[in-house]
């Protein structure tokens, strides 16, 4: 249906389009305008359809803070992650979204750079704008940033991890297990000596739980215990594949390397191959997380693939809860994994 709508008349110096001209141009009234704007879930879909359309024909913008000040909702989710480079946030992010974006929830995103100085900047900043609930990433959080969520009482989920005791709700996978999982996926066969590599530039809880799941699955395997190496690039960036020349060198009897990230294990493959490294024949190489490049590289990446689209949908679907001032059943939504087993292990 093509509609016409006239536009209000405006005296000088006066150009802003209110609620009332939406209303009165779509025929419906004041407060049934005002439900298809901030909510949405008490009109018909029809309706609020219609209503959103000549809002957009007349060029209206919500006043999102005089509606936060009459309703105390802003509306308006705050997310933190720790890089924009590392495409699993986005992802997770995408699906959350998708369950927020329907029930009326915009999201203001921050990064964090894993610093959890500057993520306790962000969430006072997102606080401070009122924002109605809060996703957050692992639980490296620091210690003012717990306590100020558990005082302000806004719904907050955290995501990518098991977390036992989490500040409101957690949502996310045991990168122990995962890391244990992988570890004796190698072992099983045949690997005897294996090595992990992580970053050294910033603390992550992920990794750090993926390192300890290796060296626990080791152990109690009788195996010597994994070595550690470190490369400074940023999670995501790809780079850094080339300490599989250092670890061959400082200890030649390593025969698995398992990669903090997939990204970099593809890297370390790319690097394997120019210097005439055999994978797997001389070396396994193993990573965590999933993406086209892991299986379009030959070998394809052994690897560990976390349910991203399902984190991002729980996550959602808590908060959602949370925000409605509904019990989510459990503080704790823990998922599974699955170890993708490729050329390259």
């Not at 879909?45 to 803070?65: C, D, S, W």
């Not at 969430?123 to 558990?150: M, Y």
């Not at 530039?201 to 550690?228: K, M, Y």
């Not at 349910?307 to 949908?313: T, V």
Request: aromatic share 4%; net charge neutral; charged share 20%.
């Amino acid at each position: 249906m093509n509609e016409k709508v006239s536009r209000p008349v405006r005296l000088a110096g006066e150009s802003t389009v209110r609620l009332e001209d939406v209303a009165a141009a779509a025929g419906v009234s004041l407060i049934t305008a005002s439900r298809c704007v901030s909510n949405p879930g008490r009109v018909s879909t029809k309706t609020r359809e219609h209503v959103l359309r000549v809002a957009e024909q007349l060029g209206y913008i919500p006043n999102r803070l005089a509606s936060s000040l009459a309703s105390s909702k802003s509306r308006v989710v705050g997310a933190v992650i720790p890089t924009m480079l590392n495409p699993v946030h986005s992802v997770v992010l995408q699906a959350a979204m998708e369950i927020l974006a329907p029930a009326g929830y915009q999201v203001l995103l921050g990064t964090s750079h894993y610093l959890a100085r500057t993520e306790l900047d962000l969430v006072r900043t997102f606080l401070g704008h009122r924002v109605d609930g809060l996703l957050l990433t692992g639980r490296d959080h620091a210690s003012e940033c717990s306590a100020l969520l558990r005082r302000a009482g806004v719904p907050t989920v955290e995501m990518f991890e098991h977390i036992q005791d989490p500040i409101d709700v957690g949502v996310g996978t045991s990168n122990f297990e995962a890391g244990h999982s992988l570890a004796q996926y190698l072992i099983s066969r045949g690997r005897r000596n294996l090595a992990f590599v992580g970053h050294t530039d910033f603390e992550d809880s992920r990794i750090n739980g993926r390192q300890e799941g290796l060296i626990a699955a080791a152990r109690d395997n009788g195996l010597d215990q994994p070595r550690v190496f470190s490369v400074s690039s940023q999670p995501g960036s790809g780079t850094g594949g080339e300490i599989v020349g250092t670890i061959l060198r400082e200890t030649p009897e390593t025969d698995a390397v398992v990669f903090a990230g997939h990204q970099l294990a593809v890297g370390a493959i790319r690097y394997a191959l120019d210097v005439g490294i055999e994978v797997p024949g001389r070396l396994a190489i193993a990573g965590f997380g999933d993406s086209p490049v892991a299986q379009w590289i030959k070998p394809a990446l052994t690897t560990i693939k976390f349910p991203l689209e399902d984190m991002g949908r729980e996550a959602g679907k808590a908060l959602l809860q949370r925000l409605s001032g509904k019990d989510p059943g459990a503080r704790t939504v823990r998922l599974g994994f699955e170890i993708l087993s490729r050329e390259s292990a």
